[in-house]
């Protein structure tokens, strides 16, 4: 992408809940976005969940319909990787939090993207710089860390590999501040600074709820009620997701070498079962 050039078209790569988010808030801002996804079924739920999200503000004033209207036709959505990323200036993927699926996709967002494109990641922990060697443009790969929900949340962590450009930096920036949220530049280590603290505090509330410390409730009332916390750490893992919240925590395990970050046998359990918090209707709270 020229430097200084007005960006126009986005893809995003995955319509879960962080990318269908992501696509959202980039065409209410006036971008034309090809949302892509590799099932046909994900990419119907995906933008459903923009149409219904975006019926929300709609009702609650914060969205008119005409502006409605114009930003679901912005959103291009498809299954062929190559349409979505043709003519992109660039590409942010939102895949599952797995390094050697992102490291795949980067090599391929490589060969199919314009070779001026940035190619981002929003991932929550995996190395930009891992990512980056993956492709013949390091200086272009860049992480885009979006908080959940993304329609609702102001903070973007942008996220410096050792190889990406001031120029590169600077596009994530003026991006993430035209699509309404506030960007802070932070460099590549495990967790980057989000989750590198939230992550231990929500470890430790599922260690206080194995070890019998008090129940879900009662230790998420102590975080809202004492120390002010909008939601309790327990109340966000299930938001989050418990799948999530284990592969980050075992990145951080792993990358830093240090034991306070082994996550506790419970979420292992926990994931193992199957219950992934919301978006299974069961974590550490019913969600049916």
Not at 23 to 44: I, N, P, T
Not at 46 to 64: C, E, H, K, P, V
Request: glycine share 8%.
């Amino acid at each position: 992408m020229a430097e200084g050039k007005p960006m126009r078209r986005i893809a995003v790569i995955g319509s879960g809940t962080m990318g269908n988010g992501i696509a959202h808030v980039a065409a209410l801002s006036g971008l034309e976005v090809a949302l892509y996804d590799v099932a046909g079924e994900a990419l119907a739920r995906g933008t459903a969940n923009i149409a219904r999200n975006m019926d929300r503000q709609l009702r609650s004033g914060r969205l008119q319909a005409d502006d409605q209207a114009a930003a679901l036709a912005r959103i291009h959505a498809t299954t062929d990787l190559a349409r979505a990323v043709s003519g992109t200036q660039l590409a942010i993927e939102a895949v599952p939090e797995d390094a050697s699926l992102k490291y795949r996709l980067f090599a391929e967002l490589d060969r199919l993207a314009p070779p001026g494109a940035i190619l981002a990641s929003n991932t929550s922990s995996i190395s930009i710089t891992a990512m980056g060697a993956r492709t013949t443009r390091p200086d272009r790969v860049i992480g885009v860390h979006f908080m959940n929900p993304v329609p609702v949340m102001r903070l973007v962590e942008v996220v410096r590999g050792l190889r990406t450009s001031d120029a590169t930096v600077r596009a994530a920036m003026e991006l993430a501040t035209r699509l309404g949220k506030t960007p802070v530049e932070v460099n590549d280590f495990p967790g980057f600074v989000s989750n590198r603290i939230l992550m231990p505090m929500i470890n430790e509330a599922i260690f206080a709820l194995m070890e019998g410390v008090a129940e879900a409730e009662a230790i998420d009332a102590v975080m809202r009620l004492g120390m002010n916390h909008p939601m309790g750490p327990l109340a966000l893992a299930d938001l989050i997701g418990l799948d999530t919240c284990l592969a980050i925590l075992e990145v951080l395990h792993r990358e830093l070498g240090d034991d306070r970050y082994r996550p506790a046998p419970l979420l292992r359990n926990y994931v193992a079962a199957g219950w992934l918090g919301r978006k299974s209707g069961r974590g550490f709270y019913s969600h049916a």
